[in-house]
């Protein structure tokens, strides 16, 4: 485990009292943590929706040592083991994230590191089977506490091929007393004989007042524009809002698109902006079949855009975002995909013309 971080609390609270605490979480962990027995749980949900923290919680409550509290009441966030979970040096807990992850949630390197030593490059977006063999060995050696052992997975469907596989031998033959809890937004993604050895633990895109509440506990201004933004993901919304993304900015990107105004995406990592666009694009072909908007407000879209210019601009969209890792020149490919944003968006389905078909290959 790491080293705590900034939680480094002499006073940790139960997970479910903590003031961030994400309130649809709270009966999936009550149940959860009654009737699961599984030693394999995929606990998956559309984008995320508190996968990762429901793991985290289900691990504090098993690993609980507050006897006289009913297991569905758990964690109790004063015992010694709540304490060493709130200060992320359980002994009998690990969690294993790609390092990019690690570093994005601010853990420092550590114990679970996915990486070999002296790996210092890009940090890995993947699990490596070095990290997946690390926590094999760790689930096979005793509790230290006595309550058993745990490892999280987030997100599981980043174990690559070989780690995969060296995962699953070990759900076929469990060794030890230990419990796996996997996290996915993209269950598809995993090996189906991962998938058929787990317990499924099923999250829903939370209701939208609960959602917008805890964004307003997190002091994100207008929370419903950014919430349908982020198509109801609550966490992604947060992220968003801490990236710097506003309400009133996320509102008038259809029409800055439709104007072919690039500086509305300047400075954004190239995925989320092909993101974005592929969202105004979403919104406006929904509009063009008779279909409701779902990231805007339909009086900020586009109302009668071709959908054969919608069409060839999504398919366009979808092409970089496959490769919107790459190496490209961001602003010229955010340019050159606005650009067709904008003549899809203008084209009126009366006058349907041949969109330029601007080629980002060309532009690299
Ligand atoms: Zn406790």
């Known amino acids: 485990m790491t080293a705590p971080g900034s939680d480094d609390d002499s006073t940790p609270r139960d997970a479910s009292s903590e003031p961030t605490a994400m309130p649809w979480l709270v009966e999936p962990l009550r149940r959860a943590l009654v009737t699961q027995r599984a030693h394999a749980l995929l606990i998956h949900g559309p984008g995320n929706v508190g996968q990762f923290e429901l793991a985290l919680a289900l691990a504090k409550g098993w690993l609980c040592e507050q006897a006289d509290l009913p297991l569905g009441e758990r964690p109790c966030g004063r015992c010694p083991s709540c304490r060493l979970h709130a200060a992320r040096s359980h002994p009998d807990l690990l969690v294993l994230v790609p390092e990019a992850l690690r570093e994005s949630l601010g853990w420092e390197q550590g114990g679970e590191s996915d990486e070999g030593e002296g790996s210092r490059k890009k940090p890995s977006k993947e699990i490596r089977v070095e990290a997946v063999r690390a926590a094999i060995a760790f689930a096979t050696t005793t509790s230290a506490r006595g309550r058993g052992k745990f490892v999280v997975v987030h997100p599981a469907e980043r174990m690559n091929d070989v780690a995969a ?84 900015a996320w509102l008038a990107l259809p029409r800055r698109v439709a104007q072919g105004d690039a500086s509305a995406l300047q400075g954004w990592p190239l995925p989320l902006a092909v993101e974005a666009l592929q969202k105004v694009c979403h919104d406006a072909l929904c509009l063009a079949c008779g279909g409701a908007p779902r990231y805007f407000p339909r009086d900020r879209l586009a109302q009668d855009a071709s959908l054969a210019a919608l069409l060839r601009w999504s398919r366009e ?9 790459h190496p490209w020149a961001v602003d ?27 080629s980002l290959n060309s532009r690299r």
């Open 317 to 325: 969209l979808a092409r970089v975002a496959v490769e919107a890792e």
């Open 165 to 248: 596989n060296a995962f699953l031998k070990t759900l076929e033959e469990p060794a030890g007393d230990a419990r796996f809890l996997l996290c996915s937004a993209a269950p598809d993604d995993l090996l189906p004989t991962i998938r058929s050895r787990c317990q499924q633990v099923a999250l829903a895109i939370p209701p939208h007042a609960a959602a917008e509440a805890w964004l307003v506990q997190l002091g994100v201004a207008e929370p419903a524009v950014l919430l349908a933004a982020a198509g109801g993901q609550p966490q992604e919304a947060a992220a968003r809002a801490a990236s710097g993304l506003d309400a009133a």
């Open 332 to 358: 010229l490919a955010i340019e050159s995909l606005v650009e067709q944003g904008r003549e899809a968006l203008k084209t009126p389905r009366s006058q349907h013309r041949e969109a330029r078909g601007l």
